[in-house]
Nanobody
Framework: QVHLVESGGGSVQAGGSLRLSCRTSGITYSNYCMAWFRQAPGKEREGVAGLDFPDPTPTYADSVKARFAISRDSADNTLYLQLNNLKPEDTAVYYC?????????????????????????WGEGTQVTVSS
């Protein structure tokens, strides 16, 4: 069973940075997609960034491109999301997700409204709050 545990959220002022971590276990196939989503109060969950395997190619939503960076440390099975130049509109619960469909990391799928529900495995989320 795939298990995902996020950490690293917190409260920062606008312009600040955070690094989110997603400790992963139980992934048994070589082809898969790992992604970060976020959900702000009263809003739909949305795709933020994705990384497919075995040949990682990062994808990003336009709203975070050039500010966020997704990466993975294979040595400790951890997915990261570096959040830079944070804005109040980045305030949300951030979720780590995984699926054995590598194609889910294609940008057109990742950012499609509602597509998040196709991902099979989810973490519990970590809160990011950005004050102005």
């Amino acid at each position: 069973q795939v298990h995902l545990v996020e950490s690293g959220g917190g409260s920062v002022q606008a312009g600040g940075s955070l690094r989110l971590s997603c400790r992963t276990s139980g992934i048994t196939y070589s082809n898969y997609c790992m992604a970060w989503f976020r959900q702000a109060p009263g809003k739909e969950r949305e795709g933020v960034a994705g990384l497919d395997f075995p040949d990682p190619t990062p994808t990003y939503a336009d709203s975070v491109k050039a500010r966020f960076a997704i990466s993975r440390d294979s040595a400790d099975n951890t997915l990261y999301l570096q959040l830079n130049n944070l804005k109040p509109e980045d305030t949300a619960v951030y979720y780590c997700a995984a699926d054995y469909s590598r194609a889910y990391c294609r940008r057109e799928k990742l950012i499609w409204p509602g597509f998040w529900s196709n991902f099979a495995f989810w973490g519990e989320g970590t809160q990011v709050t950005v004050s102005s």
